[in-house]
């Protein structure tokens, strides 16, 4: 898998968009940028993917730029249990290690 | 939606003692997995399983021995437990094919003492 670098900390006030980043600058054509966060304690929840277009879901947008360098991710209205540790993941999605650096640890405040 | 189940969820052992961490998904999901998460650290694969009756190492098997007789479970076996075991053991499944997310169950917390 690519290595991803993401910031190590962020702050976001609750109710108000969460936005972050990622880069992953050697990812392979058939790698996806994948997307988990591991709220204290709990297993790792799945939040999005995506190739080459933009994504959204009910929790989350995807937005990665047209060289695949790098990518976002958007939470539109964030809450306190949205606070976590958020993973950037280049995976190919096939039966192989999903491979989970440091992450950013996201903390919602009032 | 149960989704993947680990049983149990906390768990003291001696030194030596053997156990089994029991993993089941009723997804009908053929990939199966097993995580270790050190404190302050990320997830490291043990063992993982493409289908019943197949199962391969992952990054640090040495310790450990897997089965996987039927779709749903996939349990984990320590023989001869040691304090280096000690750790968040995490299960996941997903579906066959390219482009498929893996879903994680809510861990087994192991304490070698």
């Known amino acids: 898998d690519a290595k991803t670098t993401q910031p190590t900390s962020m702050d976001c006030a609750e109710g108000r968009a969460a936005n972050l980043p990622c880069n992953h600058s050697?990812?392979?054509?058939?790698?996806?940028v994948y997307w988990y966060r591991q709220i204290h304690s709990q297993g790792p929840q799945y939040i999005i993917h995506?190739?080459?277009n933009n994504e959204t879901n009910e929790m989350a947008s995807l937005i990665i730029t047209e060289d695949r360098k790098s990518s976002t991710l958007i939470l539109p209205h964030a809450t306190l249990r949205d606070t976590a540790v958020y993973y950037c993941i280049a995976h190919t999605g096939t039966a192989s290690k999903l491979t989970f650096g440091t992450g950013t640890r996201l903390q919602v405040t009032l | 939606n149960a989704g993947v189940t680990q049983t149990p969820k906390f768990r003291i052992l001696k030194i030596g003692q053997s156990m089994t961490l029991q993993c089941t998904q009723d997804m009908n999901h053929n990939y199966m997995y097993w995580y270790r998460q050190d404190p302050g650290m990320g997830l490291k694969l043990i063992y993982y399983?493409?289908?019943?009756?197949?199962?391969d190492k992952g990054e640090v098997p040495n310790g450990y021995n897997v089965s996987r007789s039927t779709t749903e479970d996939f349990p984990l076996r320590l023989e001869l437990a040691a304090p280096s075991q000690t750790s968040v053991y995490f299960c996941?499944?997903?579906?066959?094919?390219?482009?498929?997310?893996?879903?994680f169950g809510d861990g087994t917390r192991l304490s070698i003492l």
């Open positions: 050697t990812i392979s054509g058939n790698e996806y």
């Open positions: 995506g190739l080459k």
């Open positions: 996941a499944s997903s579906t066959r094919g390219t482009n498929q997310p893996q879903h």
């Open positions: 399983s493409v289908g019943a009756g197949i199962t």
